[in-house]
């Protein structure tokens, strides 16, 4: 039974839409996203506490030091199954040491998806390097062809964002990075325990990581972390993150390994964010349980429409459930639909990121990222783009570099998943799908875009 008491069974093609005036599927707006931090009670408050009540909140020393952070790193290693873990302040922060640790500078070019998240072009761009785009396909991550395109002799590594929940196609990416000798970044900011035929995100590339951020699937506010199999990377990721020295198992700093006197950023994680994390972490399975069985749900009901055309998952059973997109048959049909979805009440407002047509989706759309399409600097010199040894790379970032995820922007709209929303709460989007498809454009549900 949805919200206004339609059963689904009995739903009529006839129903009258809410945007011409007919009664809305729903009033009250969908729960908002925020994957992990509906799943925090008691035992996060628990956790805080013990650290506060230790008064040790710094990692490597303290009054009576809980080891937080050191423990959220080996949890985390065990879950994915990489042997190095590095905690750090944001997803950002991880994106700077791994490049770091990659020895990414000026005159390299990495590849980047159409489809991402600003902070992966900023990291690139304040470590000097030439971002190179690369376009995406139906999975709405790197299209593995489109990245062999785009290598050039200057190529220093591809970065491989899983995308919306689900993974990108992982396998063939590293074949591509190891054929071809560059380094392959994962990031799984928005794909935390995702996996590829049972082996987990973040774990398949040189590196791979990890935002812990507010939207993400577990959550402290902010938080990283940073995952490798390559002892050298993970050491150099230590020093990186910190002073630009490793330190010793008392957390002295080392100074006569010259290979890892660095330097530092400064974005350690704290004891009081691990804490919360080992908490997050434990629940995270349940978390994704929830989102995957709702989308799965909803996707099974809308597939059978010929009007929609849903994402390409790479491994359904790797999917986390955060994000549904659907395409249309074209940028009108999408707002249209949009529109007509949001007055049937599926939406959450004003925060809040469900049902939007995904051009507006904000920076992370490349063409949306106004720094990057003016390719602006924050020095006066025209740091990184003017640099001599990146004239060999002259890029373009406006809209049209990369055609294939311009047109699936402008058709497709994402619904993000909350990981608390009720069977009511289901009923209710795909009724309101169901409404809206049996109505636009008066098209029947057979025919095909
Ligand atoms: C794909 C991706 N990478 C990196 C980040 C950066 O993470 P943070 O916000 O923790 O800095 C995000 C955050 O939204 C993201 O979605």
Redesign the pocket.
């Known amino acids: 039974m949805t919200e206004n008491g339609t059963n689904l069974r009995t739903l009529q093609n006839s129903e009258a839409l809410a945007i011409e005036g007919g009664k809305p599927v729903r009033t009250k707006p969908l729960p908002l996203e925020f994957p992990g931090v509906h799943y925090m009670n008691d035992e996060e408050e628990q956790a805080v506490l013990r650290v506060i009540r230790s008064r040790s909140l710094f990692r490597y020393y303290g009054v009576d030091l809980q080891g937080e952070v050191e423990a959220f790193e080996s949890e985390i290693r065990q879950f994915l199954g990489v042997s190095h873990a590095l905690g750090v302040t944001?997803?950002?922060?991880a994106?700077q040491v791994a490049l770091s640790a990659l020895g990414v500078g000026p005159g390299q070019e990495i590849i980047v998806p159409a489809y991402?998240?600003v902070?992966?072009m900023a990291a690139v761009v304040n470590l000097g390097a030439m971002p190179v785009l690369a376009d995406i396909n139906e999975t709405f991550c790197l299209d593995p062809s489109d990245v062999q395109r785009c290598i050039t002799p200057r190529t220093a590594g591809i970065i491989a964002?899983h995308?919306s929940g689900a993974p990108a196609k992982i396998p063939t990416l590293l074949k591509i990075a190891r054929e071809r000798r560059v380094f392959l970044l994962e990031?799984c900011?928005?794909c935390a325990g995702g996996s590829v035929g049972s082996k987990k995100v973040g774990t398949f590339g040189d590196m791979g990581?990890f935002?812990?951020?507010m939207?993400?699937n577990m959550s402290s506010g902010?938080?990283?972390c940073v995952v490798s199999n390559n002892q050298r990377l993970y050491h150099r990721a230590v020093a990186c993150h910190d002073t630009g020295y490793a330190r010793d198992l008392n957390g002295r700093a080392i100074f006569d390994d010259l290979d890892l006197c660095l330097w530092g950023r400064g974005y350690r994680l704290g004891e009081l964010r691990a804490a919360i994390l080992r908490v997050q972490l434990k629940k995270l399975p349940a978390v994704i349980a929830a989102m995957r069985r709702s989308k799965y749900r909803i996707r099974r009901e809308l597939e059978q429409y010929a009007q929609l055309r849903l994402r390409s998952i790479v491994d359904p059973n790797g999917d986390t459930g955060a994000f549904l997109i659907v395409s249309l048959r074209d940028a009108e049909t999408a707002r249209r639909m949009s529109e007509a979805l949001r007055a049937e009440g599926i939406g959450t407002s004003p925060q809040g990121i469900n049902n939007v047509v995904m051009t507006d989706w904000g920076l992370h759309i490349y063409s949306n990222i106004v720094s990057l399409v003016n390719q602006t600097s924050v020095d006066r010199k025209g740091f990184p783009w003017k640099l001599a040894e990146n004239q060999n790379s002259k890029q373009h970032y406006t809209k049209g570099t990369c055609p294939v995820a311009d047109r699936l922007f402008e058709r497709s709209i994402l619904l993000a998943i909350p990981s608390c929303l009720s069977e009511a709460d289901e009923d209710d989007i795909i009724h309101a799908f169901r409404k809206v498809l049996a109505r636009l454009s008066g098209k029947t549900s057979r025919e095909r875009f």
């Open positions: 944001s997803g950002t922060g994106l991402l998240w902070s992966v964002v995308m990031d900011a928005q990581i935002s812990f951020q939207n993400k902010e938080g990283g």
